[in-house]
């Protein structure tokens, strides 16, 4: 069993996190453990923290990456290091029980490739991110027809081998690892538990953030809002042909005074406005392909420290 935590300026948090993640392997017996903590560039002593556990205990690697590459290739880069049958996948933040893995794992071994942590209850998140979160996972749903995105479900998951597997065949520089996770298709469960508030600290997701980070997950995943821009231009098309229409036969049966300046300028913004949002969604595809074709590595690793199983 291998438990894959991605970290970023985590220093307050790491002694807790690492006292209840102990806790929850010494009591599984039946599982050999190892816990890999993926450094994603922190700035602060989060290094230094991982360096003074990793010497405690040999059931730690920690692997230090470069720079700051993004949670998600901070997952990956801990995915590519284990070769274990089962992998767990947990925040650094103490939102995510670890102590919910005993339950995960129980409910892995009744035959589920993934099972995943749903969050019934979120404390400590105001209603501006649950309303948005809710309208997400929703329009995700809508968007993608041919797999299911769980609701309300995060990155905290149990995944057997086959499973591990099938997500590092897919190594796409755009990553939406939520989406990656459900497309794979295995046997799927889920496990639901009442969210906490962060330990410490705070979110490293402003709204901004994580307004990108759906804009990726939809874009990674399905090419709607390119049909929904063609529909778009088709309905302006048709709305501006009804309407020069009517004002031909007006002209013709009662003349035309100047006028209508109002109208000319609200017409000629609204028009605008649809290409420069058609042109904006179809640059977000443009530079999806961009940054593919470039072929650059996910991450790169500075170090590691402990024993390495699995790199690839």
Known sequence: MSVVIPVFNEAEVLTELWKRIKAVIDSAGEYAFRVVFVDDGSRDCTFGELERLVSRDTRITVIKLSRNFGKEAAMTAGLDFVDSDWTVIIDADLQDP?????????????????????RHVRHGETWQKKFFAHLFYRLMGALNPSFSLPADTGDYRVMSRRAVEAVLKLRETHRFMKG??????????EVLYDREPRHEGKSKFNFLKLLNHAIDGITSFSTAPLRIATYLGLLVSFA?????????????LYGNPVAGFPTLITSVLFIGGVQLLCLG?????????YGETKRRPLYLVDRVMG??????
């Open 180 to 189: 990656i996770f459900a497309w794979i298709g295995y046997p799927s469960a």
């Open 281 to 289: 969604i179809i640059g977000e595809y443009v530079g999806r392909i």
């Open 307 to 312: 024993s390495v199983v699995g790199q690839r």
């Open 98 to 118: 670890p102590e919910l893995m005993v339950k995960m794992l129980a409910k892995a071994a009744q035959g589920y490739d993934v099972v995943f942590a749903r």
């Open 240 to 252: 501006a042909f009804l309407y020069g229409s009517l004002i031909v036969i007006q002209t013709l």
